[in-house]
């Protein structure tokens, strides 16, 4: 006589209905896993579509786009500059201001950022430390990726101190900074102005070269960088360049800011 769980009742033959076999949970959870992997097989191929989806290609797609666009506001920066140019060669051919009206438009479009500047000058250039940096003086913990780049308030320091060193125009990468510009990073690059830069970052400001470098070294940001600089390799070099010439702001004055869902 059999003890097995799936054998029908004990006593006299037929003094029972007979059950019928029970599934066991294990087989239950078999079935279950099987159908879950053919649903992930086949949700993967419907994305994949033929292609690796290992290979980040939206995140490729998104850099191509995000370079192409760079390059597209370069061309129309540069586009606008010629016109701008061109309507004020118009303007002063005009003969409808007197000498003392063009003499106060050219000191505010100097003071606004958008003529050409020439005056001595100091660059600073910032740069990520390398790869396989390791901390350079004992008692310093092991760099973080974070430790061994450059970051937004890296950027903004050194422009805030070079403005509070008496600069009267700074430069970043190709761009001159009006009062509207952001200097603002993505990751580990820049966008100013509709375009993308990566490092090394180089920041040129006009001004008297002894009191901008004071400036920069009076900076309490810039000390706690020089920090990064000297334990983990972080990229920092600071030059005076003579007599340079700026060039003006070559973008829309506009101001863009968001608006309210009606």
Known sequence: MSNSADSPGTGAMGSGPRRGPRVRPVRMLTAAVFALAGL???????????????????????????????????????????????????????????????????????????????????????????????????????????????????LQAVVNALWQGGAKGIKVMDQRLISTSAVRCVGNTLILQGRVYSPPYKITAIGDPGRLQRALADSKAIQTYMVYVNVYGLGWKVTDDGTVTLPGYSGTVDLHYAKPVP
């Open 40 to 154: 992930i097989f086949f949700t993967s191929f419907d994305t994949a579509k033929g292609t690796d989806i290992r290979q980040d290609g939206s995140l490729l797609k998104l850099s191509d786009l995000i370079q192409q666009r760079s390059r597209k506001n370069k061309d129309l920066d540069e586009s606008n500059a010629s016109l701008r140019g061109g309507v004020e060669s118009l303007a002063r051919s005009d003969g409808g201001s007197t000498e003392a009206q063009d003499r106060r438009l050219t000191g505010l479009e100097k003071t606004a950022g958008t003529r050409k500047l020439t005056g001595r000058a100091v660059t600073v250039t910032l740069n990520d430390a390398p790869p396989n940096a390791t901390a350079k003086l004992p008692g310093y913990p092991p760099p973080q990726p974070d430790y061994l780049v450059i970051h937004q308030q890296d």
